[in-house]
């Protein structure tokens, strides 16, 4: 009979990824730091808001565009308040936004050091001979998921691709490349616990030093 023993993993990255662009002061291209602050324009009845970002060399800003000429009332009021109050967890938001921060830039550098904070979802009945591991992952961490799987494991990437082909580990939503590709919001990962070379469940839920950032108000 299986027992299962369900947990969360919720992966945030330490720091945000950071713009390479031509600092008119360095003059050369620099890396641009998030200082998880907005300004914010407010003419009439509609509304401009950048994140501002710093020249990691000397502190030369850069405004990276969330709102344009927005008007004022067709903002929800969460994002407004946390537009005017600096909320870190909307700055991190637009910060790991890479499909618009590429539009500025042909260079964004992810950072690959995060932090796991482990949940136990299911009641510890028994000894479990399964475990489900639940992503949330609401920034795009820039790490794969079999890395993260063996860091977090205590097991090398190899060991963690032949868990898989010998069908003791699988994931969802199903995709064949799912090891070796980004780690996703939403997935699930089933590991048959006979099949690891320890018998300690306790990894699964081991917590990962490193704090966790507050998921954003959505518009």
């Not at 299962?4 to 990255?13: A, D, N, S």
């Not at 720091?15 to 600092?23: E, F, G, M, S, V």
């Not at 097991?155 to 969802?172: F, M, N, Q, T, W």
Request: proline share 8%.
């Amino acid at each position: 009979m299986q027992s299962l023993l369900q947990v969360q993993w919720r992966v945030t990255p330490l720091k945000t990824p950071r713009p390479w662009l031509h600092c008119p002061r360095c003059d050369a291209r620099t890396p641009f730091v998030s200082s998880d602050k907005f300004r914010v324009n407010a003419q009439k009845k509609c509304l401009d808001a950048w994140l501002v970002y710093r020249c990691a060399h000397c502190e030369q800003s850069w405004n990276f565009p969330v709102l344009e000429r927005c008007p004022v009332n067709g903002i929800e009021p969460a994002i407004l308040h946390a537009l005017t109050e600096n909320d870190a967890a909307l700055a991190w938001r637009h910060a790991f936004d890479l499909t618009r921060l590429g539009r500025h830039s042909s260079q964004i550098e992810s950072f690959a050091e995060l932090s796991v904070e482990k949940q136990l979802l299911s009641p510890r009945d028994g000894v479990a001979t399964h475990a489900e591991i639940a992503i949330a992952a609401p920034y795009d961490c820039g790490v794969r998921l079999d890395k993260l799987l063996a860091s977090e494991l205590g097991l090398s990437r190899s060991a963690i691709e032949r868990l898989a082909d010998g069908k003791a580990l699988s994931v969802l939503p199903a995709n064949r490349r799912a090891l070796k590709q980004m780690v996703r919001d939403g997935q699930r990962i089933t590991i048959d616990v006979r099949a690891l070379p320890f018998a300690d469940p306790s990894l699964f839920t081991r917590v990962s030093a490193g704090p966790a950032i507050p998921e954003a108000p959505r518009p």
